[in-house]
T-cell receptor, first 111, second 116 residues
Framework: KQEVTQIPAALSVPEGENLVLNCSFTDSAIYNLQWFRQDPGKGLTSLLLIQSSQREQTSGRLNASLDKSSGRSTLYIAASQPGDSATYLCASHSNDYKLSFGAGTTVTVRA | GAGVSQSPSNKVTEKGKDVELRCDPISGHTALYWYRQSLGQGLEFLIYFQGNSAPDKSGLPSDRFSAERTGGSVSTLTIQRTQQEDSAVYLC??????????????FGPGTRLTVL
């Protein structure tokens, strides 16, 4: 069974600082890995999806990397803003359609 | 267009009562998923529907949990004889294609269930 771990559980940074969120998974035989954002009282919003054949994906200030051999993915958020405050979840697709989620990292960006 | 919707947004019930949670997927999406998010835990897969095929119920935690999907669209998750450990946020997601691992799952806002 795939186990997904996110460290740290919570992170507080001043506005403008770069954010680095870590995700590790036990089964390297993944098809893809997704990063989601969750705001209080709202559902999950997909941020980036990295296919197993890719090493990274970029969208605006967000960059996600994937290293299957070491079972790790990292989400970088450049020049953080208070609006980036949310919980960030990573999830992997293994050999079926089910997503295996980490517990998330709760980010607070201080103005 | 409209996203995935869920109702109610919040539900408080007494232990032992039955509850029904509803999910309206994005129009045209053939796949529908239910997940549970308990406090401090990651999202846990519960059940998966794909078109008219038999659902994958492998994630349901007990026989008190059941779900159906009528007409390939709206889905209802039913929890019978609720227990306090059932308290969680129940999230529904839909995706465009059947079993396409690369398809993005679109999530609803969730139903927060509190069992007293």
């Amino acid at each position: 069974k795939q186990e997904v771990t996110q460290i740290p559980a919570a992170l507080s940074v001043p506005e403008g600082e770069n954010l680095v969120l870590n995700c590790s998974f036990t089964d390297s035989a993944i098809y893809n890995l997704q990063w989601f954002r969750q705001d209080p009282g709202k559902g999950l919003t997909s941020l980036l999806l990295i296919q197993s054949s890719q090493r990274e994906q970029t969208s605006g200030r967000l960059n996600a990397s994937l290293d299957k051999s070491s079972g790790r993915s990292t989400l970088y958020i450049a020049a953080s803003q208070p609006g980036d405050s949310a919980t960030y979840l990573c999830a992997s697709h293994s050999n079926d359609y089910k997503l295996s989620f980490g517990a998330g990292t709760t980010v607070t960006v201080r103005a | 267009g409209a996203g995935v919707s869920q109702s109610p947004s919040n539900k408080v019930t007494e232990k032992g009562k039955d509850v029904e949670l509803r999910c309206d997927p994005i129009s045209g999406h053939t796949a529908l998923y239910w997940y549970r998010q308990s406090l401090g835990q990651g999202l846990e897969f519960l059940i998966y529907f794909q078109g008219n095929s038999a659902p994958d119920k492998s994630g349901l935690p007990s026989d008190r949990f059941s779900a159906e999907r009528t007409g390939g669209s709206v889905s209802t998750l039913t929890i019978q004889r609720t227990q306090q450990e059932d308290s969680a946020v129940y999230l529904c997601a839909s995706s465009l294609s059947a079993g396409m691992i690369t398809d993005t799952q679109y999530f609803g806002p969730g139903t927060r269930l509190t069992v007293l």
